[in-house]
């Protein structure tokens, strides 16, 4: 099945600054990539996804990359804000079904 | 608005004794998952269903974890008997097969302690 591993863990960054979520995975079969973000005491929602046919793609203050050759991707927001501050899980998989990441606890510091 | 639904949101139990979550999927969406998270495992694929049938229940515990779907509105995730390693937030998902998007809409949670 699906391996897939996610760094850092936890991630500080002060307000205003980039931060960056990388994850990598195992199964070449994978060809959708789903970003998830977390708030406290709520489910998982997802903010952005990626197909394998694409390389990169952005929405607004968030984009992530995809490196099909060498099976990871990247969570990028610029221009960090508090609200930011959650629990962010990548995922790889085919259709519906898919398989997270451990997660990155983001803290935006004000 | 459009929404899944999970009871209960918080359970207390003691070992031993029988839970059962519920999970209303959103209308129209045909499949549905359960996951667990711990802050050990993150978020564990448990049970994944499409046209209410199992097509995929590896990651549980088949010796104490059934999960079924009587019908479209309503998915259940039963554990019998529980132990205190299941004390973990379960949450139910449902999407739409064959959209654009593969999005999944998740629940608040079902937050499980078992003393």
């Known amino acids: 099945g699906e391996n897939v591993e996610q760094h850092p863990s936890t991630l500080s960054v002060q307000e205003g600054d980039s931060a960056v979520i990388k994850c990598t995975y195992s199964d070449s079969a994978s060809n959708y990539f789903p970003w998830y973000k977390q708030e406290l005491g709520k489910g998982p929602q997802l903010i952005i996804d990626?197909?394998?046919?694409?390389g990169e793609k952005k929405d607004q203050r968030i984009a992530v990359t995809l490196n099909k050759t060498a099976k990871h991707f990247s969570l990028h927001i610029t221009e960090t804000q508090p609200e930011d501050s959650a629990v962010y899980f990548c995922?790889?998989?085919?259709?519906?079904?898919?398989?997270f990441g451990t997660g990155t606890s983001l803290t935006v510091i004000p | 608005d459009a929404r899944v639904t999970q009871t209960p949101r918080h359970k207390v139990t003691e070992m031993g004794q029988e839970v059962t979550m519920r999970c209303q999927p959103i209308l129209g969406h045909n499949t549905v998952f359960w996951y667990r998270q711990t802050m050990m495992q993150g978020l564990e694929l448990l049970a994944y269903?499409?046209?209410?049938?199992?097509?995929?229940d590896s990651g549980m515990p088949k010796d104490r974890f059934s999960a079924e779907m009587p019908d479209a509105t309503l998915a259940t995730l039963k554990i019998q008997p529980s132990e205190p390693r299941d004390s973990a937030v379960y949450f139910c998902?449902?999407?739409?097969?064959?959209?654009?998007?593969?999005?999944?809409?998740f629940g608040e949670g079902s937050r499980l302690t078992v003393l």
């Open positions: 995922a790889a998989g085919t259709g519906n079904q898919f398989y």
């Open positions: 998902a449902s999407g739409a097969s064959g959209a654009n998007t593969g999005e999944l809409f």
């Open positions: 990626i197909r394998s046919n694409v």
């Open positions: 269903f499409r046209n209410r049938a199992p097509l995929d």
